[in-house]
């Protein structure tokens, strides 16, 4: 009884803690100088981070969520460093939703590590710290002559050890320290070392569970169909045919949301099993009625920015100098297009809801678990604290669970069953009705002075705003100019940046690496263009525009980024470098470069792309080199694995991404035809790191936006000057 | 409702179920056997592949009923703990990002290498090529082949 009373109440909540404070524990008071092993007790656990049990195992909650990016090791091995562990006596866990303060759960951006760096190195040196202090108790020595070390607390005195197992109960039993002294990370012993995932052998042998595999106690299966047409409603169904396939339960239909997440109208087969719902789905005859946004077109939304992009941007971002003293003379402009694309996880998308009487339980990913609460509370009429909510390992995520109408799905659909359902999106499902990344259109234009010099810049973006979906059209401080606003890094003395949002009619979100692979596409192509009209070396003609220019801050408020044009320059050289590019190149080969800075995420990397012309508008990619600054390095294999798989994704939208949308519907429906980077279309990729002792940035999405420029500048160096995404429309074949 | 009786991973099964479910839901809802993965439902993307008599297969394209009397290997048989060269081949490039797609690829490759210890580049990439990875984990699977490839042949 006692047992089970301390280990409970030493676990408290921190939702209501404020923003940055330490974790703290819970603590019995007047126990603390108890002798071992006179106090029995299960474990240890002095924040929502750790725990260590009396048999020594410790468990690290990962609060942000896995999806790939590899911070269910990165985050641990923080904690690991600081507390003295082996980290393969280390198991990791999912954060149960709850234990952290508000927001912390929540995983984008690139910002895990950079956000938890500090507080998760004060958890494990608190724990690290408590437990010395209880061997000291033990010992009844000053805890000055105690030392920790892999798994045990050693007496420096007499080279006795506790293991930590045997400290648990004397620990728990301590005040949390006010103040820790962090290790000097030249100390390090496992920051900085290539750690294998932590749930690796259980992904080898099939034994992961993503949101998909979880199983509640009388689950029923869901698929739905829902409107072509976004914010379309239902005028009626005919289920006869879909209610006679062995196995349906019920046929049952929900109606559509507005902001933030725009749930479509639908129809769902509830069915003892997923196969039986997928067939009856095909039977259901369902009238829509579309609302009378349903004509659109990818064609006619380019059409638009194109007229629109001659008039005056809606919104200016970005301004220096004066660009009009050289409009008229010497101007280059060139336009950049860039489609719709969507996410296409591998692990389609899913959730499992169960409502009894005026409460629900959750079962899936969520990458914004609280945004998604807040909505599913107003949306189907839960009070926040009746929602449960269990978070799960996601098989890719990309930005699509950032997103969450499909919780809010599956609540609707099972608050008409007394039963658990889990609702399957099929792949159809997936690529016709995501929270597209919007599509945008971009001119640029180029003023030269008469040195011969880029004296002025200016960027005009149109796009589908995300801000126009999830806040409502007319959204303010919509702009989507990430590496094109402030932070335009490139030292030219006049700058106009503006913006203009045009409404469309299918659902926006956000997709890895956002407005900044969108913005660097055209950004770096025209520097590029501009440096070949001015008869410049692209290498030099940027590095002239960077090396020049100290740090800068973006913004007036205290926390705005710091934009660093030598480090963008740094990568930018270091790619050049390995790739040759001083060097003689073979006949029909070709060399382009991009380097850019992740801003928010305080990173930067650059691209060297090699290719081999083999015919007209026909080539091969020869070699990939790419070259990144991200500061300290937690797990240089999970920044590795990041970079290549970057590449990847990037490079599949540069060839051949592309939704397109006819009478308001998008126009793909499966791999074969949104088509990924398959194997044999995968070059070799090398990357070299810079090297410094610059805090910790973000790595799970700065490997993408040099990707499509990169390869354009070596595109337009063999003659071809690609302007719009994907290449493979433009007749563009490669090999 | 029919009943049909699979070998599955060395294992006598008897399972309930229409005779056109595919194999996968089979393995994954009645079974339990959630190691082999739908990703598409239409022999696309190669997350649902088991061995099934030594070749790879996409069991979302098995019906049930065209699955008994056929020799059924997934991802959790395999080997007994992780050991087969394919599986340490993968932890050792350490290949997984999300990990979701490499059942079907290890499984793939496990049918390929089961069938010829030295397959030529060619035809490693036809194969493999049959499968999506989103993390684009592709570099590393090319890694991991080859470190297979020379463990099997040595």
Known sequence: MKKETIGRRQFIKLSSLSTGSLMIGFMVPGLQSLALPAFDCEFFQPSAYLKIDKKGKVTIYVGKQESGQGVDTALPMIVAEELEIDFKDVHTEIAPYGTLKEGEHDTGGSQSVMTMYTQLRNAGAIAKAMLITAAANVWKINASSCAADNGEVVNTNSNKRIKYGDLVCQAALLPIP?????????????????????????????????????????????VAERCPVLDGVLVSVDDTAAKKVPGVIKVVSYKGTGAPMHVRAGVAVIATNIWSAMKAKKMLNITWDEGKKNKETT????????????????????????????????????????????????????????????????????????????????????????????????????????????AIEAVKIAQQIDKPVKLIWERTDDIRFQPYRPATYHVLKAGIDDNNNLAAWQHHVLGTPVAYMTDGPGAKDAAEMDGADAGFCYNVPNINTGYTGVDFNINRGWLRSVDICVNSFPVESFIDEVALKLKKDPLQFRLSMLENKPDFKTGDAPGAAVQSPARVAGVLKLAAEKIGWTEKRKPNHFI??????????????????????????????????????????????????QMEGGFAFALTQTLKGEITVSDSRVVEDGFFSYELLRYDEMPPIEIYVVENKEEPGGVGEVGLPTVAPALCNALAAAGYRPRSLPIRKDGFTWV | MPNFKLNINNKEYSVEAEADMPLLWVLRDILDLTGTKYGCGVASCGACTVIMDENAVFSCQRPVGACVNKKIITIEGLSEDGNHPVQKAWQKAKVPQCGYCQPGQMMRAAAMLGKNKKPTDETISSEMSNHLCRCGTYHRIKEAIHIAIEEINK
Request: charged share 25%; aromatic share 10%; net charge positive.
């Open chain 1, 178 to 222: 006010a103040a820790v002294t962090l290790k000097n990370p030249k100390d390090f012993k496992l920051i900085g070392k290539s750690t294998s995932r932590s749930n690796l052998n259980e992904v080898l042998t099939g034994k992961t569970k993503y949101g998909i595999d979880i199983k509640v106690d009388g689950m029923v299966y869901a």
């Open chain 1, 592 to 641: 382009g470069l991009a380097t850019h800075s992740f801003i928010f995420a305080k990173s930067y990397a650059a691209h060297a792309i090699e290719i081999e012309l083999l015919g007209p508008k026909k080539f091969k990619i020869v070699r990939v080199v790419a070259a990144i600054d991200c500061g300290l390095v937690i797990n240089p294999d999970g920044m590795l694995n």
């Open chain 1, 299 to 406: 064609e006619s939304l380019f059409k638009t920015f194109e007229e629109r992009s001659r008039l005056k941007p809606q919104m200016e971002v970005f301004k220096k100098g004066d660009v009009t003293k050289f409009s008229t003379k010497n101007e280059i402009s060139a336009s950049y297009s860039e489609p719709f694309l969507a996410h296409a996880t591998m692990e389609p998308v899913n959730f499992i809801a169960s409502v009894k009487g005026d409460g629900c339980e959750l079962w899936g990913g969520l990458q914004l678990p609280d945004w998604a609460v807040n909505t599913v509370s107003k949306e189907c009429g839960f009070k926040k604290e009746n929602i449960k909510v269990n978070l799960a390992l996601m098989g890719g995520a990309f930005g699509r669970r950032l997103h969450f109408e499909f």
